[in-house]
T-cell receptor, first 116, second 113 residues
Framework: NAGVTQTPKFQVLKTGQSMTLQCAQD?????MYWYRQDPGMGLRLIYY???????DKGEVPNGYNVSRLNKREFSLRLESAAPSQTSVYFC???????????????FGSGTQLSVL | AQSVTQPDIHITVSEGASLELRCNYS??????LFWYVQSPGQGLQLLLK??????LVQGIKGFEAEFKRSQSSFNLRKPSVHWSDAAEYFC???????????FGSGTRLQVQP
């Protein structure tokens, strides 16, 4: 059972470089999310997609773009990486349909990104 | 602004001792509330959730949490901690309209033998 798969697991970038973090889920979930995790700050929502074809900004969207390629895949792009974007990035998905009582996030194992 | 606060950054308990992790929320209406656990190098796993009804909710791994509206709190408890419970614990909340979780900053639990 793959669940939520993120690639890559580790990445080192130089300031100004671009890259895309990939995320795919095989649970037929409607909603997908990108979070970043920084020490002492917990997880902060970057972007989310409540359904295929829609995306919305979270708490910290600046410097990022997202694409909900299809129901399975939700990518996060850094166009011009900055040291402040050094973080651990988590993708998550949820059923996200109808009653929130069914809401449960399933997380990927994370991408550790360092921007020098 | 909506927020979730976990006042304790780091807690150390002895194995077999009881545990209580604190969580307070600031929302206009009672949000949906969650506790997640993160083991080192892993993603987050849901422990339990509260939407309505009984204010004491049971979760996995022997954890429970109590919702107290008057205190805007949702504290996580366990009667007897095991060494395998050492991890970071996150409280989270979601309002019904936005459907995206807001997380607290986390509490790191260390368990002494």
């Amino acid at each position: 059972n793959a669940g939520v798969t993120q690639t890559p697991k580790f990445q080192v970038l130089k300031t100004g470089q671009s890259m895309t973090l990939q995320c795919a889920q095989d649970m037929n979930h409607n909603s997908m999310y990108w979070y970043r995790q920084d020490p002492g700050m917990g997880l902060r929502l970057i972007y989310y997609s409540a359904s295929e074809g829609t995306t919305d900004k979270g708490e910290v969207p600046n410097g990022y773009n997202v694409s909900r390629l299809n129901k399975r895949e939700f990518s996060l792009r850094l166009e011009s990486a900055a040291p402040s974007q050094t973080s651990v990035y988590f993708c998550a998905s949820s059923e996200g349909v109808g009653q929130p009582v069914r809401e449960k996030l399933f997380f990927g194992s994370g991408t550790q990104l360092s921007v020098l | 602004a909506q927020s979730v606060t976990q006042p304790d950054i780091h807690i150390t308990v002895s194995e077999g001792a009881s545990l209580e992790l604190r969580c307070n929320y600031s929302y206009g209406a009672t949000p949906y509330l969650f506790w997640y656990v993160q083991s080192p190098g892993q993603g987050l796993q849901l422990l339990l959730k509260y939407f309505s009804g009984d204010t004491l909710v049971q979760g996995i791994k022997g954890f429970e949490a109590e919702f107290k509206r008057s205190q805007s709190s949702f504290n996580l408890r366990k009667p007897s901690v095991h060494w395998s419970d050492a991890a970071e614990y996150f409280c989270a909340a979601m309002d019904g309209g936005r459907r995206a979780l807001t997380f607290g900053s986390g509490t790191r639990l260390q368990v002494q033998p």
